[in-house]
């Protein structure tokens, strides 16, 4: 069996997540060597003292976490007084500028609010409608929930199911549609009560795109480009990476793979749930994007005529607590002047605090690229950081820096704060794979030969997953997920690992085999191997039960 090396895995999907975690315990991962920053001007506006040697700020930032690339744009009392890039957008190619594509993930979830909230102001439904009122065969696992889901909880992460629950249906990208995945909902367990507590989801962000379709009939990216993009002159932006187009000026993401060798990451498609994140955008569009957020709704058009895409009362709405969550500890010192007062979950918004001052933000993550968007709506204030790289400590070293400077805050080595934070997390990834390696019984042969576990397995929600020999090996594949292709190695017992083909992926997993009284195999279970693993990879929710014992 080759070599598995200590897991020091990224964290993109808790960056997805739950950013007040990375915002508490700084970024994951590891990326690629730094190159010079390109000599992108600012916007002309004079910018906080505190920023003089930002640039210099930028470059320290990019070398602890090893970021090739980074845009940036600042929006103040309604201008946008500084976009840039630093770095490449593509190792040893063009540099990253104001204009380049990255990925902006889950940061699109406030334009999906944003979309049901549009269609509410124009009378075609209520924010407190059924989903089975416009999407009659919508179900969930629990014949309550059903009944009781109304559209504004399709947007606030309070439905009961588990963190990250059926991501597998569309990541990596699946050959599943839009509506089959939705469909798929019913099989996927609960695993906490309606409305309880808040746990981060994104298959609900896909139900929320189809009823946008279904109400405004139109399609979802239709929508979005005709009443959103168009109006905001957000030109450049993409609906998802099969909207790009050969002359895109769009970023390459990094990933390490096993915690050593820089891979490109693909341009994943989410066709079947972009609503939950698939928009690319540039650090340009995104900040005319955060300007009409801090003027509540209100935008100029070319001719600097005034209009509105939605009303105030309700952004404020989008922007009131639905879900509250509790607050982190910590895990350096020294990020104790960053931690909250308060987080809560509005409408495709994180909510929270910082120096008394409320913040109004989302984080997103993607392969080989995360992002930050903050809103300082007291303080008329706005910073986008896209990065194309897997690393949150740097997104939110950078962003702290900006607010602190507006706010006239005490000068903090943001970038030390969180670069102290990423070595805790290496430490504590470290030390899991340790703790297997140690519980490991080394001697231990397979209860059955190794034909006897080849068959292909169903999972009530995913589908089916084929296990087959091809040599001497065992490999396996996800019938729906190209990507999930990979070779099992025996670990102990009839405990195996997978270790997939496509190593950008960083989720290579056990696979644990469970026979029955006659030595019959009577399910297999899987958990990723790493406790960074993308929560994404849900394959602690699979049930993989052989086909041949369920017909």
């Known amino acids: 069996m080759p070599t598995l090396l200590p897991m020091s895995h990224r964290r993109r999907a808790w960056i997805r997540a739950i950013g007040l975690t990375l915002f508490m315990a700084g970024g994951f991962g590891a990326a690629p060597p730094i190159r010079a920053a390109n000599p992108a001007p600012t916007t002309g506006a004079t910018l906080p003292a505190q920023l003089a040697d930002f640039d210099a700020y930028i470059e320290s930032v990019r070398k602890t976490f090893e970021v090739p690339g980074i845009a940036v744009a600042v929006v103040k009392d309604g201008e946008i007084v500084f976009e840039r890039g630093w770095g490449e957008r593509e190792l040893g190619k063009a540099p990253v500028d104001a204009h380049t594509l990255f990925a902006i993930a889950s940061n699109t979830k406030a334009f999906t609010a944003t979309a049901l909230n549009m269609l509410a102001e124009d009378g075609k439904l209520s924010l407190d409608d059924r989903v089975v009122d416009h999407l009659p065969w919508f179900q969930m696992a629990d014949p309550y929930v059903t009944r009781e889901m109304r559209l504004r909880d399709l947007l606030a992460h309070r439905s009961g199911l588990g963190l990250g629950a059926g991501d597998l249906l569309y990541w990596p990208t699946t050959t599943y549609t839009g509506e089959e995945v939705a469909r798929r909902l019913r099989h996927v367990p609960l695993t906490g009560s309606f409305r309880d507590r808040y746990a981060y989801d994104n298959i609900l962000y896909g139900v929320a795109q189809l009823v946008v379709e279904q109400v405004s009939g139109q399609t979802f990216e239709a929508f979005l480009r005709t009443r959103v993009f168009v109006p905001l002159g957000m030109m450049e932006t993409r609906y998802n990476s099969n909207a790009l187009k050969p002359g895109d000026n769009a970023a390459t993401g990094y990933a390490l793979a096993d915690g050593k060798d820089?891979?490109?990451?693909?341009?994943?498609?989410?066709?079947?749930?972009?609503?939950?994140?698939?928009?690319?955008?540039?650090?340009?569009?995104?900040?005319?994007?955060?300007?009409?957020?801090?003027?509540?709704?209100?935008?100029?058009?070319?001719?600097?005529?005034?209009?509105?895409?939605?009303?105030?009362?309700?952004?404020?709405?989008?922007?009131?607590?639905?879900?509250?969550?509790?607050?982190?500890?910590?895990?350096?010192?020294?990020?104790?002047?960053?931690?909250?007062?308060?987080?809560?979950?509005?409408?495709?918004?994180?909510?929270?605090?910082?120096?008394?001052?409320?913040?109004?933000?989302?984080?997103?993550?993607?392969?080989?690229?995360?992002?930050?968007?903050?809103?300082?709506?007291?303080?008329?204030?706005?910073?986008?950081?896209l990065t194309n790289a897997e690393l949150g400590g740097a997104f939110h070293a950078i962003t702290l820096r900006v607010l602190d400077a507006y706010m006239n805050a005490p000068k903090t080595d943001w970038n030390a704060a969180y670069g102290a934070a990423l070595a805790k997390s290496r430490e504590k990834a470290d030390t899991s794979w340790a703790a297997h390696e140690t519980a490991r019984v080394k001697n231990s042969r397979p209860s059955l030969p190794l034909a006897a576990y080849a068959g292909t397995y169903r999972d009530a929600w995913y589908g089916d997953v084929s296990i087959f020999r091809e040599g001497d090996a065992l490999r396996m594949k996800f019938s729906r997920t190209p990507s999930l292709t990979g070779t099992l190695s025996h670990w102990q017992h009839d405990t195996f690992i997978v270790r997939w083909d496509e190593r950008w992926l960083n989720a290579d997993a056990f696979v644990n085999f469970t026979l029955d009284v006659d030595g019959n195999i009577r399910e297999a279970g899987m958990q990723a191997i790493s406790p960074n693993t993308d929560f994404s990879f849900d394959f602690h929710d699979l049930a993989l039960k052989p086909v041949a014992e369920i017909e």
């Open 262 to 385: 820089l891979l490109p990451a693909p341009r994943l498609s989410w066709h079947n749930v972009s609503g939950a994140g698939g928009i690319y955008a540039s650090a340009h569009d995104m900040a005319r994007w955060m300007r009409l957020q801090l003027a509540g709704g209100a935008y100029r058009d070319a001719a600097g005529a005034e209009h509105r895409l939605f009303q105030e009362k309700t952004q404020q709405q989008m922007w009131s607590a639905i879900t509250p969550i509790p607050v982190p500890q910590p895990s350096v010192p020294e990020l104790q002047p960053a931690k909250p007062n308060f987080i809560a979950y509005g409408q495709g918004w994180m909510l929270s605090d910082y120096r008394g001052s409320k913040l109004v933000w989302h984080t997103g993550g993607w392969p080989g690229m995360v992002s930050r968007l903050t809103l300082m709506p007291e303080h008329k204030l706005g910073v986008v950081v």
